[in-house]
């Protein structure tokens, strides 16, 4: 019998308090599908509602798979059709047999006792050349930063399930150390007017800021 995560029990009660839906950002969604190649064979590790495997499926004709731990959200999913397995990614390995593509982990880090371990089982999992596409709210961001000086609780604004927080450097640590080259950083959601102010080359180029800006860290 699998021996319950009482993690998985506190995120079960949390979705069920909001209804099970938790909007995924429109303009997320968009930016991970830019980098998936069409037809890559794709795993989408804490699928949650599928928003990702629908989307890839769709537009980018992918072979999508999925692993999450949460029950209520792989039912649903299979009674789809969709190829999507329960797995506690911290505790146990991936259930496929087969290697990926791409894998994609968005705004899944934030809630991992063990970001290290599962960012190894991940690299283990992806074909020679293939790649991890990964996103985590970026909690140095100027908007935090600011909201910090005033004296704002700045953990307000995001999930209270969330238990660790990265920047840009720590998150490239962690990837090096997982085996991972983090060649390619992208983000999104930057402050009011700072496309007008800057224009958007600015932050594809320049680290500093787009660090600073950015609300969520896409690599």
């Known amino acids: 019998m699998r021996e319950e995560n009482p993690a998985a029990r506190v995120h079960a009660s949390y979705y069920k308090r909001i209804g099970w839906s938790e909007p995924v950002p429109e303009k997320l969604v968009d930016y991970v599908l830019e980098l998936v190649p069409e037809g890559a064979r794709l795993l989408d590790v804490g699928c949650g509602p599928g928003v990702l495997l629908r989307e890839a499926k769709a537009k980018k004709k992918c072979e999508v798979c999925g692993v999450d731990f949460l029950p209520y959200f792989v039912n649903r999913l299979r009674k789809e059709g969709f190829e999507v397995k329960l797995c506690d990614i911290e505790r146990e390995n991936i259930p ?19 970001p290290l371990s599962v960012l190894r089982k991940l690299h283990r999992k992806l074909k020679r050349g293939g790649y991890l596409i990964l996103s985590t709210p970026n909690t140095f961001s100027l908007k935090y930063r600011l909201m910090f000086l005033l004296g704002r609780n700045i953990f307000a604004c995001q999930s209270p399930l969330h238990i660790r927080f990265f920047s840009k450097n720590i998150l490239k640590r962690l990837l ?17 007017l700072s496309n007008k102010l800057f224009g958007k080359a600015i932050f594809y180029r320049a680290g500093a800021l787009d660090s600073l800006f950015s609300l969520y860290l896409v690599v």
């Open 96 to 114: 496929f047999k087969r290697r990926f593509d791409v894998i994609t982990m968005t705004e899944v880090i934030e809630h991992l006792f063990d």
């Open 176 to 192: 090096d150390q997982a085996g991972f080259v983090a060649d390619k950083w992208n983000s999104f959601g930057w402050l009011p």
